[in-house]
């Protein structure tokens, strides 16, 4: 990956010219690349005409909720298909960690990146913490497809709502929480570095199942969300709140996978405990208020009753917590129709 430097108020500019991914990454990007784009690409409509005849093809919109076949035929599987891929090849995280635009949890400044098309006219930031990171699969490939710029902006255990927080030691579960004043710094240069861009869009992936100081609960994360919404707002900005992804049963999914591959449903979660509509409500609530869109993704992971641990063919995390880079980049064309839909949304406020 070719890299160049740039400086923005201070900050630190990575461009990367293509992807961070590995050869068989970009294989995979690209197949999923030329499935959508010759089947349900866009949400919007395209006109196709020749010379002797004159043929408008209506592109069937990308579903980016209700019931996904897909996930129905994933939920239904007793064992997994042959040859299926497993270990940690199969399930990898996402290349951010290993390319340096992810910042650690002692950095307070962002590590500002930047992929898909470099000279497009609309440019879309995303930030927020490894639930943020997550999603950069999906986003880069809807990024080189809609030729758009990508702007990464993440930061290890720091969430979206600016709010103090805890993180725990070593990013272990169980880890001792320790007081996390290098976010609250963070959310202050990255939302500066970010109201100096003039993005077309800001992207805020949520995970809000935090430890807020003072134990503020999702009441507080949600304001938190609000005013960094506010803090990036502008003429021409819109934002997109991509909603939580699903909660696992807790167990390392690639591994529970191997262990049960003759009975997968043994590391699927029910909707019931994998959603919480409690903080939906409040999140969407928010971002309503500051004229922002919202998206609930948890349709592309879950039938009404159940959430599988593989779909499409693909690993669905990468532990216990995080989706993999594989399945990120599956759900590029939902990606990138809620990124269309944000678009043509009001300017955030």
């Not at 497009?120 to 927020?128: A, E, L, P």
């Not at 995970?207 to 803090?231: D, E, P």
């Not at 934002?239 to 699927?268: F, M």
């Amino acid at each position: 990956m070719t890299k160049r430097l740039l400086i923005l108020a201070g900050f630190l500019v990575v461009t990367a010219c293509g992807t961070a991914t590995s050869a068989s990454e970009e294989t995979t990007t690209t197949s999923v690349v030329s499935t959508t784009t010759t089947t349900t690409t866009s949400t919007t409509t395209s006109t196709t005409t020749s010379t002797s005849t004159s043929t408008t093809t209506t592109l069937a919109p990308i579903q980016i909720s209700g019931v996904f076949d897909d996930v129905a035929e994933a939920a239904a599987l007793g064992p997994l298909p042959e040859n299926f891929a497993l270990g940690a090849v199969a399930a990898s995280k996402s290349p951010l960690y290993d390319n340096g635009c992810h910042a650690s949890t002692a950095a307070i400044d962002p590590v500002i990146c930047e992929f898909g098309d470099l000279q497009s006219d609309i440019v879309i930031v995303f930030t927020g913490d490894s639930h943020a990171a997550q999603w950069f699969g999906a986003l880069e490939v809807a990024a080189r497809t809609n030729h758009w710029k990508l702007v990464s902006m993440t930061k290890s255990s720091c969430p979206v709502a600016d709010v103090p927080t805890y993180r725990r030691r070593d990013a272990l579960p169980d880890g001792e929480e320790l007081l996390y004043p290098e976010c609250d710094e963070f959310h202050s240069r990255a939302h500066a570095a970010i109201r100096e861009m003039q993005p077309d869009l800001v992207l805020f992936p949520v995970l809000s199942r935090f430890h807020l100081v003072n134990n503020g609960g999702i009441a507080a994360f949600s304001t938190g969300l609000g005013k960094s919404i506010s803090a990036v707002a502008g003429a021409g900005t819109k934002v997109l709140v991509l909603g939580e992804t699903p909660k696992t049963n807790g167990e390392d999914i690639p591994s529970c996978l191997v262990r049960h591959k003759n009975d997968i449903s043994q590391c699927a979660n029910p909707r019931s405990k994998a959603e919480f509509p409690e903080r939906i409500k409040y999140i969407s609530d928010v971002a309503s208020q500051h004229s922002a869109t919202y998206v609930n993704p948890v349709d592309w992971f879950c039938t009404a009753e159940l959430c599988p641990g593989e779909i499409g063919g693909r690993i669905v995390y990468r532990d216990y917590n995080h989706i993999s880079d594989q399945f990120s980049r599956y759900r590029a064309p939902q990606i990138g129709a809620a990124i269309k839909l944000a678009l043509v949304g009001q300017d955030a406020t």
